[in-house]
Structure formats: C-alpha cells, structure tokens
C-alpha cells in the first residue's frame, strides 16, 4: 500500500491538466498515487486523462456535485496512511509531496499541514500560507500578497487550503470528511475548525511549494456564484462550530464584520447576492442542524474552545 494517495478534484479544468499532472510525475519521492475525481466535465478532461496519464485513476461522477463531494468521493478510495487534495490549477515543486508527508509526520498532532501556495501569475508573491479566522466571521489568506521570503518558517495555522494539503487518513475518519452541505468554500477552513476543537493542529509547511492560478474553475475573484456561496458557507460555519455562548460571546464582533463584507459588496455591485447568502446561510444552518451536523459540546474540549476564542479575537488585529 502506498503512503499516499493524492486526490484531484476537476470540473472542465482540461486547460489546467497537463501542467498538474506533469509536474506530479516528477515527484522526488514516489510513495503515492493519483486519484482524479471528474465533476461531470464536458471538456475532454477525462479523454485527456485516459490517453495521456493511464496510471491516474478516474473517478466519474456524472454531474457538478461541488467540490466537497468530489474530494470526499476520492478520499473514499483511497487506500493510503495519508491523503494529499490538490487543485487541478496547481503546479507542484518536484519535492512537493515529500516536503508535505514529511512535515505533517514532524508534529505527532497534527491533523493537516498546507504548502506554500504561490500565485502562478507573480512568482513574488503569496496566494496563501495557511488560512486565519476572526471573530469578525472573516476567513482570508495568510500572506496573500506578499513575498514568499516573509513566510518561510513552519507555525501552526487556525486551518489549511484544502488546494495543496496533507491530511492523516485516520483522523480524516475520526473528525468526519468534508461537510457536503458547503458544496464549494469554507469547507476546508470548516474541517479545520472541527479538527482544533478536538485538540489536533494544523501546520503551514513552506519547504512544500506549488504554484496556484486560483479561481480556476469558478473563473474570478468575485462572481454571483462565488459570493453567495461564501457569505451562505460562513453563517453556516459559525452556527455549526462555535456553541451557543461563544456565538453570544463574538456576536457584537460578527455584527460588525457582516455589515463591513454587505458594504464592500454592495460597492462592488454583489450587495444582493451577499445579503442573500447570509440568508441561505440561516435557512441551511437550521435544515443541517435537524440532521445532527451541528458539533457537540464537550466539556472536555473546553480548554480547545478557549485557545480557539483566543486566536479568533487575535486574528481580528491580524486582518485589520
């Protein structure tokens, strides 16, 4: 069996393909293979698979199920310790893989650990070093825009982009898989979440490089899509992980930063579509926590809470 198995999610990202999966086949350290996960593509992106890359294995699914299906699909197949999700826009240093596997078995508890991701646009700088969380209700990027020679040292990380990750097969099955429910964003800083509360950590890992075009299957920064997705995804990540107390707690915090996200969308023309995010955000919280998605407190997770409260309202002098 091999030590990893690397899962690629795709949607009509035949542009993209060549490019990933050339750069995985010159890998320094081979203990892993490849799963691609197809959301339904009408590109060639499996033709091109087949013909030109026979020892990935293809898993079909026969519509855009959204991203978290996609990967827990491939997660499902795998038979491996670990398990490596990477974006099909993404191109890997060679030692990527092995940068990755030996990072996450440094720290006995860690759950993930996230590569340095770099905009394949602008070498000089930053798409992400792991990802932050405030108690504004903000998820952003660390380091996003900045040189990559500032973020090169390994730390803890409230989660990590799910776009160039490692994550422990055992712990993935113990904590749960990627939550359905978000279909695409916020999953990977949900997961995150879950897995602190539980005392495990997350770990940004630098000496694991990859450059990242970012948007490749949504196609921009903003759009419709993108934004009501987001604001739906972060109402649902916040009625899902923090208990009634710590919600009360933030809530003169995450007023605030709600209000401040409508008027940057709003000035950007989305203020409708963010607005209507926040209320599918509601209505699906309520649905998810009928079928028992919320997550339970513990008193023995309280200290985990705690730390976790700790970081959100750091984080909040971080973004601003």
């Given at each position: 069996?091999?030590?990893?198995?690397?899962?690629?999610p795709n949607y009509n990202g035949i542009q993209y393909l060549e490019t990933c999966l050339d750069a995985l086949r010159q890998q320094t350290w081979r203990d892993f293979y490849t799963i691609l996960v197809d959301n339904g593509s009408s590109d060639g992106s499996l033709?091109?698979?087949k013909t030109r890359y026979p020892e990935v294995e293809i898993v079909s699914l026969p519509e855009n199920l959204g991203f978290c299906r996609a990967v827990n699909e491939g997660i499902r197949k795998a038979e491996a310790e670990y398990v490596i999700l990477l974006n099909n826009d993404t191109q890997v240093f060679p030692d990527f893989a092995e940068q990755l596997y030996?990072?996450?078995?440094?720290?006995d508890r860690a759950f993930s650990a996230g590569a340095m991701m770099i905009q394949a646009h602008d070498h000089e700088k930053?798409?992400?070093?792991g990802d932050y969380y405030s108690a504004l209700g903000w998820a952003f990027a660390r380091g996003k825009g900045k040189p990559p020679a500032k973020y090169s040292r390994a730390c803890r990380v409230f989660a990590v982009c799910a776009g160039a990750a490692i994550y422990r097969m055992d712990l993935l099955k113990k904590i749960g898989l990627f939550d359905e429910a978000h279909f695409a964003y916020l999953e990977d800083l949900d997961m995150g979440y879950r897995a602190r509360i539980q005392g495990y950590e997350?770990?940004?890992?630098?000496?694991?490089k990859v450059y990242h075009i970012g948007s490749g299957t949504s196609g921009s920064r903003y759009n419709q899509f993108k934004i009501r997705y987001s604001s739906r995804n972060n109402i649902y990540l916040i009625h899902k992980n923090m208990p009634v107390p710590q919600m009360i707690l933030n809530l003169p915090f995450l007023l605030a930063g709600f209000a401040v996200k409508l008027l940057f969308f709003a000035l950007k023309g989305?203020?409708?579509?963010?607005?209507?995010?926040?209320?599918?955000?509601?209505?699906l919280s309520r649905q998810e926590e009928n079928r028992g998605k919320k997550v339970k407190f513990r008193w023995k997770n309280l200290k985990n809470y705690l730390k976790i409260q700790v970081e959100l309202w750091i984080n909040v002098f971080r973004r601003l």
């Open positions: 069996m091999h030590k990893a198995a690397v899962v690629i033709e091109l698979v030996r990072g996450i078995r440094c720290h930053l798409d992400a070093a997350n770990w940004y890992c630098p000496e694991a989305y203020g409708r579509e963010y607005a209507a995010g926040i209320k599918n955000g509601f209505s």
